[in-house]
C-alpha cells in the first residue's frame, strides 16, 4: 500500500511561480514511475509531468514542458516547481505512483495506481 498527500496548492497571478510538494509513504520499491496530474473542472485529468524514479528521467506534457520541473527530493518526496503560470495551469493537482513509464504512456492516467487527494491551484490574471 502506498499513500499520497500532496501540498503546496494555492492562489497566483499569472506568471507566478508555486511548488508543490507530495509526501510518499508505504512501499515504493516495485514502482518506477511517479508522476503529477491536473484536472480542471468539466475536463479530464491530464498528465503534466512525469518521472522514471531509478533513474530520475522527466517527461513532460508539452503545454508545460520549460515551465515545470519534476523532481524527486528523496525517497519520500515527490515536487513539481511551477513558474510562468497562466490561467490554463488552474485545478486540482494530484501526484501518483505507477510501474509503468514508457513516454507517452507515462501521462496515461490508467498506467498509475495510486493517487492522493489532490492540492488546489488558482491561476487568476
Known amino acids: 500500500q502506498v499513500n499520497l498527500l500532496e501540498s503546496g496548492g494555492g492562489s497566483v497571478q499569472v506568471g507566478g511561480s508555486l511548488r508543490l510538494s507530495c509526501s510518499v509513504s508505504?512501499?515504493?520499491?516495485?514502482?518506477?514511475?511517479m508522476a503529477w496530474f491536473r484536472q480542471a473542472p468539466g475536463q479530464a485529468r491530464e498528465g503534466v509531468a512525469s518521472i522514471y524514479t531509478p533513474r530520475g528521467t522527466p517527461y513532460y506534457a508539452d503545454s508545460v514542458k520549460g515551465r515545470f520541473t519534476i523532481s524527486r527530493d528523496n525517497q519520500n518526496t515527490l515536487s513539481l516547481q511551477m513558474s510562468s503560470l497562466n490561467v490554463h495551469d488552474s485545478g486540482i493537482y494530484y501526484c501518483?505512483?505507477?510501474?509503468?513509464?514508457?513516454?507517452?504512456?507515462?501521462?496515461?492516467?490508467?498506467?498509475?495506481?495510486?493517487w492522493g487527494q489532490g492540492t488546489q491551484v488558482t491561476v487568476s490574471s
Open positions: 508505504g512501499d515504493t520499491t516495485r514502482y518506477n514511475a
Open positions: 501518483a505512483v505507477g510501474s509503468f513509464w514508457t513516454p507517452p504512456q507515462a501521462l496515461n492516467a490508467p498506467r498509475y495506481l495510486y
